[in-house]
């Protein structure tokens, strides 16, 4: 069993930057987030997958360009450095992992959760 640790969020004016981290317990193949606003469904934002030519990342549409998922793997840790914040990026961010090395976007995929850390962007 894999735990995962978060850290970060809070809130930030729009236009804003903050950084989440997330400490894995164990090996993963992939680690990255999700987020969930209310009344809507956890929506996949970024991964870092780990292959044998090195570290892939994915990111969804809306978060290409200002948002940027990084991670160390001798500390099983995975950070995401959120840029140009939008008030539609406010949600609970959600660190998820698997020992896969799968780019899944995909929130069922993902076998290993953390608590969720929320992210609040308002003036």
């Known amino acids: 069993q894999v735990q995962l640790v978060e850290s970060g969020g809070g809130l930030v004016q729009p236009g804003g930057s903050l950084r989440l981290s997330c400490a894995a317990s164990g090996y993963t193949g992939s680690m990255g987030w999700f987020r969930q606003a209310p009344g809507k469904e956890r929506e996949f934002v970024a991964v870092?997958?780990?292959?044998?030519?090195?570290?892939?990342?994915y990111y969804a549409d809306s978060v290409k360009g200002r948002f940027t998922i990084s991670r160390d793997n001798a500390k099983s840790t995975v950070l995401l450095q959120m840029n140009s914040l939008k008030p539609e990026d406010t949600a609970v961010y959600y660190c998820?992992?698997?020992?896969?090395?799968?780019?899944?976007?995909?929130?069922?995929?993902?076998?290993?959760w953390g608590q969720g850390t929320q992210v609040t962007v308002s003036s």
């Open positions: 998820a992992a698997d020992r896969t090395s799968s780019p899944n976007y995909n929130a069922n995929e993902y076998h290993y």
């Open positions: 870092a997958v780990v292959k044998w030519s090195g570290t892939r990342t």
